[in-house]
């Protein structure tokens, strides 16, 4: 046995049964072990979409994800992945060759001294194993970091010669397996939880956020629950992963998009956030986002954010759902009367809001984003099929126009707001769950980053839909523009004609090209019953939700 069969051997213990890869320096012996271990490698064309591959693997499963990617600039181009899921708090490991630790210091092949070190800032363990019989020893402390309080992403930097050394079994340190999963159970101090329940239920109009950490904590049933007792409204900042799997007249969509949302935060006398940060999408919460005088609850199982950015009046170190739960019995305990009223004004604002989404038909001439996602609204509702939307404008009419739920099997690029994340997210979606279908909704510009990647998805036989909105335009950018400096003053937000069909059709996927909004839905039906991927190209006419008239 060698450093890298030892790794292998803690990743399979820890549950992994795959690994996104991009061969090159350093990789060989790792992938040697996991084709001798049974461990699935799956080859990529950049190492941009094997580490989105391990970032979505961790935010769909709650399980961490792993990617094995070259030295230097593999490692180097792999650093968005790690980025994402830092953004996310997703369970992530990058793993990294290098040249044999032997030449270091003497201009060894891609020597790059601070590889380690370009990785940590955005990872909450990073290191370079010198020491085949620490390999597995080091593995655990990254995956036990990747999964405990605030999951995250982690990396290990490890040379050629270190994984191919043999190992002497009686130098190995003895380390249980890892979980390899997030599981989460802090209830929280009981005499807050009820201070909580009190202020909660002395509030006229208390709002709750429930962000990523709610899915982490896999709260869906105690949320619901709560809610439909309280009847207090409920938001999830955009593109924070969801539990809502199911619509709740307490639901009334998500906050923090470009687009706006309906008029709840500046009102709110008590926010009850649940599992996420209070950042741009909440408006820092400051003034006048947020009442000068709102009192703030936050809720999470990481003591570092608990109290990260703005001091909150209520502190509550715990899980989402143990809280929850426990908010839930104090309540009862309570008697309080449930928030009917303000939900029904909530409910009415929240309407207001989306009527020219929801009630207005599309508009009609060229069609726009909204025709997409009211074409793709019956399956982004289907329980079996995971939904993916990508960055950028076409995320936007996405959740602006599907907003009743905001389910677990809705995964979305992210905090970040990263373009370009998609193909990966797919590919790993339907490894992650190979007999469910798998719809990802993209835009040309997002489409184009890792668009080699097709091939992977054909080669690994992993079928999905994609639905690509194509406006020819960076299109949030080119609507901005238009609003603030006219049409004329356009620059770099134009891209040009591509047969994305055709493109498709030459990697070995299906391509189809939708014209009119009535061959969308048909398109999509067959496309999930195909065996290879299909690429569906929708063109549409430049316009961001924010354009359509109030």
């Known amino acids: ?29 790792l992938m040697h072990a996991c084709r001798k271990a049974g461990l699935r490698v799956v080859d990529t064309r950049n190492e941009q979409t094997a580490a989105y591959m391990a970032d979505a693997t961790g935010r769909l499963t709650r399980r961490v994800g792993v990617c094995l990617v070259s030295a230097a600039v593999g490692h180097a181009n792999a650093l968005i992945g790690l980025v994402n899921a830092y953004f996310d708090g997703s369970p992530m490991l990058l793993i990294s060759g290098e040249s044999p630790e032997a030449q270091s210091g003497l201009g060894k092949f891609q020597e790059m001294p601070e590889q380690v070190a370009m990785a940590a800032p955005v990872c909450k363990y990073a290191r370079r194993v010198t020491e085949p019989e620490k390999t597995a020893l080091y593995l655990h402390e990254a995956l036990n970091a990747a999964t405990s309080g605030r999951p995250g992403p982690v990396h290990l930097t490890v040379p050629m010669d270190v994984l191919e050394a043999e190992v002497d079994p009686a130098r190995v340190p003895h380390t249980p397996p890892s979980p390899g999963v997030v599981v989460q159970h802090a ?30 904590a896999d709260a869906g049933r105690a ?17 924070d992963r969801g539990v809502v799997d199911q619509p709740l007249p307490q639901f009334l969509g998500v906050v923090g998009a470009a687009s706006g949302e309906p008029r709840l935060l500046p009102d ?23 009442r000068e005088d ?31 739960e426990g908010l839930s019995q104090a309540w009862r305990a309570l008697g309080a009367e449930p928030k009917t009223e303000w939900l029904r004004e909530a409910r009415r604002r929240e309407r207001a809001f989306r009527r020219r989404w929801l009630e207005e038909p599309a508009p009609p001439g060229p069609m726009t984003g909204r025709h997409i996602v009211d074409a793709l609204r ?51 979606a ?12 993209s835009g040309d510009g997002s489409f184009g980053f890792n668009i080699a990647d097709l091939e992977t998805a054909v080669r690994h036989r992993t079928p999905f839909v994609v639905v690509l909105a194509d406006d020819q335009a960076w299109g949030i950018v080119q609507s901005g523009q238009e609003k603030t400096l006219g049409r004329e003053c356009l620059v ?22 939708a014209e009119r909004p009535e061959e969308i839905a048909p398109a999509v039906e067959e496309g999930l019953q195909a065996d290879c991927p299909t690429v569906i190209q929708v063109p549409i006419q430049v316009l961001a939700p924010s354009d359509l008239p109030e």
């Not at 046995?1 to 991009?22: F, I, K, P, Y």
């Not at 006398?269 to 999408?281: K, N």
């Not at 199982?301 to 989402?320: F, K, M, S, Y």
């Not at 339907?430 to 279908?437: D, F, G, S, V």
């Open 223 to 239: 949320l619901a629950e709560f809610a439909a007792q309280t009847d207090i409204p409920l938001v999830v900042p955009i593109w």
């Open 294 to 324: 709102v009192r703030v609850i936050r809720v999470d199982v990481d003591p570092v954010e608990l109290r990260r950015r703005r001091e909150p009046d209520l502190a509550i170190l715990g899980d989402v759902r143990s809280v929850v």
């Open 492 to 513: 770099g937000c134009q891209l040009g004609p591509v047969r994305y069909d055709l493109v498709a059709q030459g990697f070995g996927c299906r391509g189809v090209r």
């Open 1 to 29: 046995m060698n450093g890298a069969d030892l790794m292998v051997q803690a990743l399979r213990e820890a549950g992994v049964t795959h690994v996104s890869v991009l061969a090159g320096n350093g990789t060989n012996p």
């Open 187 to 216: 209830p929280g101090d009981p005499g807050l939880v009820r201070q909580a329940a009190q202020w909660l239920a002395q509030a006229e109009r208390p709002l709750c956020v429930a962000g990523s950490g709610a899915f982490y």
């Open 430 to 441: 339907k490894l992650a769950y190979p007999e469910r279908p798998v719809l990802l909704l």
């Open 378 to 428: 019956p399956f982004a509702a289907r329980e079996d099929v995971l939904f993916l939307v990508d960055g950028g404008n076409i995320g936007q009419w996405a959740h602006m126009a599907l907003c009743d739920r905001y389910p677990s099997r809705w995964l979305t690029c992210g905090a970040s707001g990263v373009v370009g994340w998609g193909m990966g997210g797919a590919i790993a």
């Open 268 to 290: 709110a006398d008590l926010l009850l956030i649940l599992g996420t940060a209070p950042d741009y999408r909440l408006g820092f919460l400051q003034p006048p986002r947020v």
